[in-house]
């Protein structure tokens, strides 16, 4: 079959999820295969989310009902819900922010060493990715100000960063933002912002778009909301930019399933809280034990761990999955000797440590 594609695709390196935990076990004759390669929450979610999923299946023979979600959202960020746009996780909001916005010659601005959706988005869209290094494992704001040209139409930040867990600070974007051309959209991509622990240095992207900057911020229900499975994310916008994403969203992009389980999430905050606290208390547990092992992590604020082993990364990575464990190689994130390690309970974080002790 000869099938006429856009050239471009071919540039696009397919993206590669965390191995699934069914894979492993089939692949190693192994059980108990223990997954935290894609800083999902080993918690799980709220028990109202549970309840609401439960009650919303007998009403699945009707399509999705969005607004009720996207005015809950509204009102807990005092915001218009014409600012909410609500997608098939965040993943699918950014990718609408490139259909929207990107043609082809034109550029969209990231760190070299952050979420690898980023560039597959603007590929997709046609136009090109610039690169820019980070600065000692943080989002370097100001070499992305001076890699801006003409053609650059979107800047993406990462905050907290994925892989590394820096934060951006609200000081350093406020000399960014001011020099930032009109024309350019800043996406705040706030995938792990409820895991943040040092809040009052941390950028907040909302009294940005508040003040009427080109800005977005992008979140998710996959991560500290435990609602990977259902695909839920959402971000606030200026109110023109979201008309513009509403052209070409797909009219139920958000399923039943989600929206309510989301909305039931939304209102449980004890339980983010407890997800919360449980997470920094094992990210302080783990510091310890690495500490104890003399072995090289960055601080995190995020749900995961940035460990720097010194060694093949691929290869760790093989023989820690022998183990039972599966992590991520930080390689294709351009760091072929580190790994990034999810957050996980008591026990599972036993386990890693156990195989990596083993494995190193
Ligand atoms: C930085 C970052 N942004 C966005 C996403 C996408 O999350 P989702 O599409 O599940 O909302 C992820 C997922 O790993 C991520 O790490």
Not at 51 to 58: I, N, W
Not at 222 to 232: Q, V
Not at 342 to 360: C, P, Q, S, Y
């Amino acid at each position: 079959m000869k099938i006429e594609y856009k050239k471009n695709l071919l540039s696009i390196a397919p993206y590669v999820p965390g191995k699934p935990i069914k894979e492993v076990e089939k692949e190693y004759g192994i059980k108990n295969v223990v997954k935290l390669a894609s800083n999902e929450s080993s918690i799980g979610m709220s028990p109202k989310a549970l309840e609401a999923l439960k009650k919303s299946l007998v009403s699945l023979n009707r399509y999705p009902e969005q607004v009720r979600l996207s005015e809950k959202i509204a009102q807990k960020y005092n915001v218009s819900s014409e600012n909410i746009v609500l997608g098939n996780g965040s993943d699918e909001i950014l990718k609408m922010f490139a259909e929207v916005l990107l043609s082809e010659k034109d550029e969209a601005v990231m760190s070299a060493h952050s979420f690898g959706m980023y560039d597959i988005i603007v590929k997709s869209a046609g136009a090109s990715s610039i690169f820019v290094p980070l600065n000692n494992f943080k989002t370097d704001i100001e070499a992305i100000k001076k890699s801006i040209t003409s053609a650059t139409k979107i800047i993406f930040l990462t905050n907290p960063n994925n892989p590394t867990g820096a934060i951006i600070s609200d000081k350093e974007f406020e000399n960014f933002i001011k020099d930032i051309p009109k024309n350019i959209l800043v996406i705040i991509d706030e995938a792990y912002i409820e895991f943040v622990r040092d809040k009052i240095y941390i950028l907040d992207g909302l009294p940005y778009i508040k003040k009427g900057y080109f800005v977005a911020v992008t979140r998710t229900f996959s991560k500290a909301y435990g609602l990977a499975g259902l695909r839920i994310g959402y971000s606030i916008m200026p109110e023109e930019l979201a008309s513009l994403l509403n052209r070409i969203r797909l009219p139920f992009n958000v399923n039943s399933l989600g929206g309510e389980a989301a909305s039931a999430a939304l209102d449980d905050e004890d339980f983010l809280n407890k997800t919360v606290l449980s997470t920094h208390k094992e990210i302080d547990f783990i510091s310890e034990k690495l500490n104890e092992m003399k072995i090289e992590y960055l601080p995190t604020q995020a749900n995961f761990l940035f460990i720097n082993i010194k060694k093949n990364a691929d290869k760790v990575f093989k023989e820690m999955l022998k183990l039972g464990v599966i992590i991520r190689s930080m390689k294709s994130y351009g760091y072929p000797e580190a790994i990034r390690v999810t957050i996980g309970t008591r026990e599972e974080n036993l386990k890693f440590l156990e195989a990596l002790k083993k494995v190193l």
